[in-house]
T-cell receptor, first 113, second 113 residues
Framework: QQQVKQSPQSLIVQKGGISIINCAYE??????FPWYQQFPGKGPALLIA?????SEKKEGRFTISFNKSAKQFSLHIMDSQPGDSATYFCAASGQTGANNLFFGTGTRLTVIP | ETGVTQSPTHLIKTRGQQVTLRCSSQSGHNTVSWYQQALGQGPQFIFQYYREEENGRGNFPPRFSGLQFPNYSSELNVNALELDDSALYLC????????????FGPGTRLTVL
């Protein structure tokens, strides 16, 4: 059972455009929602993270929007650049056991020059 | 401050063999989590070690085992390798039990023939 559902599977955006990736979860015990960026052959790198007590968090060109009632969160990449081309994973963890991360299936982003 | 390192980078084994993967945690981090990332998928939690004890386990069989050493480095051992064990094995380190902010290493690519 996929704890975190992510869409779309792939995304192509023009340089300068906005990239939007969506995730949904069911487990209300989740209270930490990070986004990771992964380049081919590399491990995931933490991009930005949010906790459910805020509805939005912005760091540079990256913004997380969080809707607690809908159990959804999304990543917005403003002014997308070719260097942003990578696979993005949303994840969630909660106050249970090892607080391990449950990952989405990933979104492969391609930014066209 | 050094980041998370993993060895080896790549490994090829045959079905039925045993393998040991190694991870050195980021300086100051005392918790190590291991994840399996199949091709085109998000990472899946295997287990976590905190203070040399297993602190949570995902849905993986007992032939996946681990160790954490006093310097917080860790090993992942997989016995009786199966073809489906072919994946990128990621180690993530963090501070404290049940942590949220996890920093990943570059991974070990295991191929089982």
């Amino acid at each position: 059972q996929q704890q975190v559902k992510q869409s779309p599977q792939s995304l192509i955006v023009q340089k300068g455009g906005i990239s939007i990736i969506n995730c949904a979860y069911e487990n209300t015990a989740f209270d930490y929602f990070p986004w990771y960026q992964q380049f081919p052959g590399k491990g995931p790198a933490l991009l930005i993270a949010i906790r459910p007590d805020v509805s939005e968090k912005k760091e540079g060109r990256f913004t997380i929007s969080f809707n607690k009632s809908a159990k959804q969160f999304s990543l917005h990449i403003m002014d997308s650049q070719p260097g942003d081309s990578a696979t993005y994973f949303c994840a969630a963890s909660g106050q249970t056991g090892a607080n391990n991360l449950f990952f989405g299936t990933g979104t492969r982003l391609t930014v066209i020059p | 401050e050094t980041g998370v390192t993993q060895s080896p980078t790549h490994l090829i084994k045959t079905r039925g063999q045993q393998v040991t993967l190694r991870c050195s945690s980021q300086s100051g981090h005392n918790t190590v989590s291991w994840y399996q990332q199949a091709l085109g998928q998000g990472p899946q939690f295997i287990f976590q070690y905190y203070r040399e004890e297993e602190n949570g386990r995902g849905n993986f069989p007992p032939r996946f085992s681990g160790l954490q050493f006093p310097n917080y480095s860790s090993e992942l051992n997989v016995n009786a390798l199966e073809l489906d064990d072919s994946a990128l094995y990621l180690c993530a380190s963090s501070l404290g039990a049940g942590p949220r902010v996890q920093f990943f290493g570059p991974g070990t690519r295991l191929t089982v023939l």
